[in-house]
C-alpha cells in the first residue's frame, strides 16, 4: 500500500493569527533547545529533562545529546514540538523610525541642518569590559563593511573604552561639550546593565543635564523600548550600525536647533 504524502497532516497554510515555530513542515513546531541541570548524566537525569522540557511546553521531547560537564552537572541538548501559537498581527514594537541615511548623505545632512562639527562622546560603562560593540559604532574601521563615526568627515568622537564610570562619562561630555552621549552594555548578567543605565540618567536629572544631550544605548538585549522606558532618546540592538545611530541623531539635533 503506498502511502500520500500530500495527506492533511502536512499543513501548508500560513496563518499570522496563528504562528508556530517552522521545523521540516508549515505548523510543526519543532524546536530545539538546551539547558543545564545540576544532576548526573543517567537515565533518571535523562527523564528529569524530558519532564522539564514538557513543562516549559513542549510535546514529544527527544533527548539528542546529554554531555557530562562534571560528575553532577549535565547539559541537554533537547528536540520538540511547541504546543503554543502567537498572534503576529497583534504584535506591537517601538522601533527607531528615523530613514537611515548613508555616509555621504549624514555628511550632507549635518553640513545642511546642523551647520556645525557634531560632538559624539561614548564608552562602555560601568563594570562593563567589552569594546566590540562601542569600537564597532565609533571607530574608523566600524564593522562588517560599515565604516565607524571617526570617519565621518564633521563628527568629532571620543571614544573612552570600557569600564567607565558614569559619572567620567559625563564629565568628559561636559568637558568637551558633547551634542550626543552613546553608551554600549554587553554585560547584562542579573540584569546589571539595567542598574547602570539607571543610574546614568539619576545623574543627569540630578544635575539638570538630561535635556542637554542626546543620550543612546546599544547592546545585545537592549531594544528602543527599552531604552525610552528608561528615559533615553534611542536603543539600538544587535546588527545595526553607524549610519543606524547617526541618522537618528543627527535629525534630533536638527529638531533640538529648530525647537530652540
Not at 181 to 195: A, E, M, N, Y
Request: aromatic share 8%.
Amino acid at each position: 500500500m503506498s502511502y500520500d504524502l500530500n495527506k492533511k497532516q502536512y499543513d501548508k497554510e500560513l496563518d499570522l493569527k496563528k504562528v508556530k515555530p517552522y521545523g521540516d513542515t508549515m505548523n510543526d513546531g519543532k524546536v530545539q533547545l538546551s539547558f543545564t541541570l545540576p544532576i548526573q548524566n543517567d537515565e533518571k537525569g535523562q527523564e528529569a529533562a524530558r519532564q522539564l522540557a514538557r513543562k516549559m511546553g513542549l510535546s514529544d521531547p527527544l533527548i539528542a545529546e546529554a554531555i557530562s560537564i562534571e560528575d553532577t552537572y549535565t547539559m541537554y541538548i533537547i528536540y520538540g514540538s511547541v504546543n503554543h501559537v502567537i498572534d503576529y498581527t497583534s504584535i506591537h514594537v517601538k522601533t527607531v523610525d528615523t530613514p537611515v541615511m548613508n555616509r555621504d548623505e549624514i555628511e550632507q545632512y549635518i553640513d545642511d541642518y546642523i551647520g556645525r562639527e557634531i560632538v559624539v562622546v561614548g564608552a562602555s560603562t560601568g563594570t562593563d569590559a567589552h569594546t566590540v560593540g562601542i569600537d564597532a559604532i565609533m571607530n574608523m574601521k566600524g564593522f562588517g563593511g560599515h565604516y565607524g563615526l571617526e570617519r565621518y568627515r564633521n563628527i568629532l568622537t571620543y571614544n573612552l573604552g570600557s569600564q567607565i564610570s558614569n559619572e567620567e562619562l559625563i564629565r568628559k561630555a561636559l568637558d568637551v561639550n558633547a551634542d550626543v552621549i552613546l553608551i554600549s552594555q554587553t554585560v547584562t548578567q542579573k540584569d546589571v546593565h539595567i542598574h547602570n543605565l539607571v543610574h546614568f540618567i539619576e545623574l543627569l536629572e540630578a544635575e539638570h543635564l538630561r535635556e542637554r544631550f542626546i543620550v543612546i544605548i546599544g547592546g545585545p538585549r537592549i531594544s528602543h523600548e527599552l531604552a525610552k522606558e528608561l528615559g533615553f532618546d534611542a536603543g539600538f540592538g544587535p546588527k545595526k550600525f553607524a549610519e543606524d545611530v547617526a541618522s537618528f541623531f543627527v535629525e534630533e539635533l536638527r529638531q533640538k536647533k529648530e525647537s530652540a
